[in-house]
């Protein structure tokens, strides 16, 4: 019976994809602006050796340029002119948010509603620009100091290849904003998530080659895979999971009328903070691997000894890392959601949880268990972040799923399969609305 069920709602659910036609232009959009995105990470930086410049990369890549190059695409390891990526766009959006919690102006600005978030954004794509061209200046320089990656070192270089660099992230600005006004799903995480998906074909292929050559045992393999899901139903899970509190409203009259009071909820994502933590942490401990990197050898005797130190399965750096997604789980969520907002706007429109005394003990009340969630949700981010280390160093698989990469592939893939179904949802009820006006005519 359940089957039969089933089986029904997905021939509906086809049948209204077949005839939303609105939708599938905008999925057909979509997948050009991504393969627009594709081609532009091939498209190499001009006067660049590529010989010479793919000996320094592979010299460095296990610093934070590993993990640019991985959210880029692999056009990092190409110096493509798309090698920025959307990464600046990002920076530029969280200083913009951490701003707008201590600069009054701006905190005025994002209470003022579409007119303020309008002006914000037009902050946020300045402060990109700037970070696009800081970036850009460092990247041509570094080129230069590499040997014979660069065929004319100089000025012209330098101003070819931060126009070519800042153009590249603001042209992919613009796609991810035309994805998200015209395509399906947020255009940003799209660009991210395309460029994370377009190296996990070589990564598997990788993996089967070590085992045809019994580098790995044959065993390992299908586990790694098993595992692989799992771990995928775990953050499925654990992204959909909500701390829902319950919310009353008052009965009000309207004239002589007296409408009874409604109930809702207030829902609490367990991982308010998303993919930033491990981003964050992630980006942190790999700058001494950079920096000892590019100096190839040259460096003090300390820095050798911290990069050893912070290595990838080495205990310090599991548990810096492990320390740095808790702090920054609790840093971001008490950014993005304040506990004292919340509670006004439920104050103003007379809603309020049951037990609890509007105003002040509500925020504390609703402070109280979004720390509680918090605890649970960097925990979990930090169990998931640290299971491919531990299989690394443990088998020497460097095959890497998990962590931050699968935890914005599997996001972006339920945030974008959510917006599908809303859009299948508002056609069928445009479908419904039309066929009760025909009736109407009809009578």
């Not at 000894?305 to 310090?316: D, F, I, K, N």
């Amino acid at each position: 019976m359940a089957s039969a069920a089933e089986q029904l709602a997905s021939n509906l659910n086809f049948s209204a994809f077949a005839k939303a036609e609105e939708l599938k232009k905008r999925i057909w959009f979509t997948l050009g602006a991504l393969l627009v995105y594709r081609f532009g990470t091939y498209i190499p930086l001009p006067g660049i050796n590529p010989a010479a410049f793919a000996q320094a990369f592979s010299q460095a890549q296990s610093g934070v340029i590993g993990m640019f190059n991985m959210f880029a695409g692999g056009a990092v390891e190409r110096m493509a002119i798309f090698a920025l990526g959307i990464m600046p766009y990002i920076s530029a959006s969280i200083i913009m948010q951490l701003m707008t919690t201590v600069v009054p102006t701006l905190e005025a600005l994002k209470k003022e509603g579409e007119q303020g978030r309008k002006v914000i954004n037009q902050y946020t794509r300045y402060g990109t620009v700037l970070l696009a061209i800081a970036q850009s200046y460092g990247i041509a320089v570094g080129l230069e100091g590499s040997a014979n990656v660069v065929t004319d070192p100089g000025w012209f270089f330098r101003l070819s290849a931060v126009l070519s660099l800042t153009g590249g992230t603001m042209f992919l600005m613009w796609l991810g904003e035309q994805i998200t006004s015209r395509g399906i799903g947020n255009g940003i995480s799209l660009i991210i998530f395309a460029g994370i998906v377009a190296g996990l074909p070589t990564a598997l292929v990788s993996l089967f080659e070590l085992g045809r050559q019994d580098a790995i045992a044959g065993w390992l393999i299908p586990v790694l895979l098993i595992l692989a899901v799992g771990v995928i139903a775990l953050i499925v899970f654990m992204e959909r999971a909500q701390r829902r509190l319950l919310i009353q409203y008052p009965k009000r009259q309207v004239g002589n009328k007296m409408f009874e009071g409604n109930t809702s909820f207030l829902p609490l994502k367990l991982n308010t903070a998303g993919v930033i933590p491990p981003i964050f942490a992630s980006s942190l401990l790999l700058i001494p691997a950079t920096i000892a990197g590019f100096s190839a050898g040259s460096g003090p005797a300390w820095l050798t000894t911290v990069t050893t130190l912070l290595g990838h399965g080495q205990p310090l750096y599991m548990i810096f890392y492990a320390a740095m997604i808790v702090f920054f789980c609790f840093f971001y969520t008490a950014i993005v959601f304040s506990p004292s907002e919340t509670a006004d706007n439920l104050k103003r429109h007379g809603g309020f949880i049951p037990g609890i005394r509007p105003g002040e003990r509500t925020a504390q009340f609703i402070d109280h268990v979004l720390t509680r969630i918090t605890v649970l949700g960097a925990i979990y981010i930090t169990a998931v972040c640290l299971l491919p280390e531990f299989l690394i160093s443990a088998t020497g698989v460097p095959f890497y799923f998990g962590g931050t990469s699968l935890l914005i592939v599997v996001s972006v893939t339920m945030d974008t399969v959510s917006q599908i179904q809303g859009h299948l949802l508002a056609h069928q009820y445009e479908g419904l609305v039309k066929k009760a006006k025909l009736r109407g005519k009809r009578r």
